[in-house]
């Protein structure tokens, strides 16, 4: 009886843990991943006992700004992303929504624990998570990029910070937050292709469905620019320079040709890793010309 009451109760336990992670299972590719490699490659000192501390508390606020997000519009996920927990039936909206909230204190004591530069990114990585979500700030094309980009910008400051052994950020690691999102703002359209067809029964506006050429040709011209630009700023090598060109080259070229959804998809990943590499520029100029 005991050993069948403690089996339910792991089960249940590991399924609200399974609930937990699949809020943010899609963005590991897209979020985690690639702030966390910016976070240990922009950290003044890298520390490898410390570096777990960078993905913790990028993940907890990717939690935070999920759940606020997946509360929205539970319908339109139940059409086009139905293995989400609310439109799963794992979780009731009326209970993500209480999450939603307990999040933001959660974040900010787990901030405190980093010292004032984590509290700070948290604090406004908390507020523009509230003009995004619930003050309509994602339905124009332009203040999504932008909001989207200073958001993915405080996960880059609060994740280098947590990450480093002195918890801070230098003028270094500033500059390469600043970069980041800002190339952000210009590129992240590259995600939101694969969404078209159902963005324009929606009514949302993303530049893909306002300027859909334009979008695409945006992307063949602007990441071998930012490429170029990131390698003399970040003084790389002349093989690793042109290397990284003609991926972004390649990258871009792949909007452009190739359109269906599937096309779009696998577009998007390449993507996903042309960001990755941009995020380690900062790290081989630590190496070979930092402190």
Avoid at 156 to 179: F, K, R, Y
């Amino acid at each position: 009886m005991f050993s069948q009451a403690l089996t339910a109760r792991t089960d249940r336990i590991a399924r609200h843990f399974e609930t937990v992670f699949l809020f943010t299972k899609n963005d590991i590719r897209t979020t985690l991943i690639p702030v966390t490699i910016f976070a240990l490659s922009a950290t003044p000192k890298y520390d490898p006992v410390h570096a777990w501390n960078a993905p913790l508390w990028i993940w907890f606020h990717l939690l935070q700004f999920n759940i606020a997000n997946q509360i929205q519009d539970p319908e339109e996920d139940r059409k086009n992303k139905p293995s989400r927990p609310i439109p799963a039936g794992r979780i009731s909206v009326d209970s993500a929504a209480d999450m939603r909230w307990v999040m933001v204190p959660v974040c900010l004591l787990l901030s405190l624990w980093y010292g004032t530069q984590a509290v700070l990114a948290s604090t406004v990585f908390a507020a523009l998570s509230i003009w995004y979500n619930e003050l309509g700030g994602d339905k124009m094309g332009l203040s999504k990029n932008v909001l989207t980009a200073i958001l993915y910008g405080c996960l880059e400051v609060g994740g280098t910070v947590a990450g480093s052994p002195d918890s801070c950020i230098d003028m270094a690691g500033a500059l390469a937050a600043a970069l980041s999102s800002t190339i952000y703002a210009t590129t992240l359209h590259a995600q939101d292709f694969k969404d078209e067809e159902g963005d324009r029964l929606t009514g949302r506006r993303t530049l893909p469905t306002m300027f859909p050429k334009a979008a695409r040709f945006s992307m063949m011209f602007g990441l071998p620019l930012w490429a170029y630009a990131l390698s003399r700023i970040w003084k790389t090598d002349a093989l690793s320079t042109t290397a990284f060109v003609f991926y972004s080259a390649f990258v871009g070229t792949r909007f452009v040709m190739y359109k269906t959804v599937g096309d779009d998809k696998q577009s998007c990943k390449f993507y996903s890793l042309w960001h990755s590499l941009g995020h380690l520029l900062p790290g081989y100029w630590r190496f070979f010309y930092g402190v």
